[in-house]
């Protein structure tokens, strides 16, 4: 018996649809999409602030932000709450942009869900204050944060 193969046609140099990378461009463009950055941040903008951040926090465990209003920068972050505030930590900050960022300008936009609250970035400076924001984020670490791990009050805007 003699089998006849078919000449494959197909133009191996023709791009073929990509619907997976299509999806995530278009997911990615309304903010960062988990670990890659991205632009403005969409949603509605909340005249008021919850009076308790932890169940926005519980709900979608973690939060987005926005800083560089000029040129918008996005990125997924870890907030948490100490003593009723909302915080965010960077760890290994000066490698990084966003801490560049809202050192000249502090204004930012943080989003849980379709939210949006505007808030202003506060360094925390104070040694026993860092250890104590530090601790509620670990509650199981007895020595104080790294030097390259900074964190930031996320308080009202004036």
Request: charge should be negative.
């Amino acid at each position: 018996m003699v089998r006849v193969m078919k000449a494959d046609t197909s133009d191996e140099r023709t791009p073929k649809p990509r619907p997976l990378a299509a999806l995530l461009i278009l997911l990615c463009s309304c903010g960062p999409c988990g670990p890659i950055p991205g632009g403005a941040l969409s949603g509605e903008v909340q005249a008021e602030a919850p009076s308790d951040w932890q169940p926005l926090i519980h709900e979608e465990g973690y939060c987005q932000i926005e800083v560089n209003p000029p040129d918008p920068y996005s990125f997924t972050a870890n907030c948490f709450v100490h003593e009723g505030t909302l915080h965010v930590a960077s760890m290994g900050a000066p490698d990084k942009r966003w801490p560049a960022y809202v050192a000249k300008d502090p204004n930012v936009r943080v989003r849980f869900g379709d939210d949006i609250f505007l808030r202003r970035t506060v360094k925390i400076e104070d040694a026993k204050a860092r250890a104590a924001v530090f601790r509620t984020k670990r509650p199981e670490e007895t020595d104080s944060p790294e030097d390259t791990m900074w964190f930031y009050h996320l308080e009202p805007r004036p």
